[in-house]
């Protein structure tokens, strides 16, 4: 069974910023991508952010480019998104999720609620 277990979420007011964070553990593969998804309420969950095993490669949905970001730490476990200039828009329950290879998996977190006053 693999775990996931988001932190970092709160309520801050637009302009603002927060630091998202995601602990991975258990009988995961060797390695591993992890992503960001969020979901706002009445929508679907979309995503965010994801990145590589190694670190050295990120990708990000259209509407948060440039405003976050997705790093891993050294021990590969825990990975972080950083999110600056933050938007009312951005508004949501923020998942992680492990990725195999090219697969998305069924492994999500319980989710950490972001809330961005304007």
């Known amino acids: 069974q693999v775990q996931l277990v988001e932190s970092g979420g709160g309520l801050v007011q637009a302009g603002g910023s927060l630091r998202l964070s995601c602990v991975v553990s258990?009988?995961?593969?060797?390695?591993?991508?992890v992503g960001w998804f969020r979901q706002a309420p009445g929508k679907d969950r979309e995503f965010v952010a994801t990145?590589?095993?190694?670190?050295?490669?990120?990708s990000y949905a259209d509407s948060v480019k440039g405003r976050f970001t997705i790093s891993r730490d050294s021990a590969k476990n825990t990975v972080h998104l950083q999110m600056n200039t933050l938007k009312p828009e951005d508004t949501a329950v923020y998942y992680c999720?492990?990725?195999?290879?090219?697969?998305?998996?069924?492994?999500w977190g319980q989710g950490t609620q972001v809330t961005v006053s304007s």
């Open positions: 990145i590589n095993w190694s670190g050295g490669s990120t």
């Open positions: 258990g009988r995961t593969l060797t390695t591993y991508d």
């Open positions: 999720r492990v990725k195999y290879g090219s697969t998305w998996t069924n492994y």
